[in-house]
Nanobody, 121 residues
Framework: QVQLVESGGGLVQAGGSLRLSCAAS????????LGWYRQAPGKQRELVAT???????NYSDSVKGRFTISRGNAKNTVYLQMNSLKPEDTAMYYC???????????????WGRGTQVTVSS
């Protein structure tokens, strides 16, 4: 089992920056990819960015060039640096961990409880 705890959310003005952190614990060897997803009220949860153990990254077109996902020096940590924030970035941001074989997801993913990001205009 893997536990994920997010932090770093908050209220920021448009154009500002935030850095989200996710700390993973438990059976870390069972996962090989970490990522961030977000869900705004009344909308479907959507991909923000993912990163694999070999540092392969994937970004949503809506955040590409503004957000950067990275792994910390500690193997159990992933960050999301968010710059040039827009009101439409407002959402609950969730950390996700899973295991992949190529592009195929194996088993059930793990989810954190989320951290709220609110961007005011």
């Amino acid at each position: 089992q893997v536990q994920l705890v997010e932090s770093g959310g908050g209220l920021v003005q448009a154009g500002g920056s935030l850095r989200l952190s996710c700390a993973a614990s438990g059976n870390i060897d069972s996962i090989n990819r970490l990522g961030w997803y977000r869900q705004a009220p009344g909308k479907q949860r959507e991909l923000v960015a993912t990163i694999t153990n070999n540092d392969s990254t994937n970004y949503s077109d809506s955040v590409k060039g503004r957000f950067t996902i990275s792994r910390g020096n500690a193997k159990n940590t992933v960050y999301l640096q968010m710059n040039s924030l827009k009101p439409e970035d407002t959402a609950m941001y969730y950390c996700k961990a899973d295991r992949t074989f190529g592009t195929i997801i194996i088993g059930i993913p793990y989810w954190g409880r989320g951290t709220q990001v609110t961007v005011s205009s």
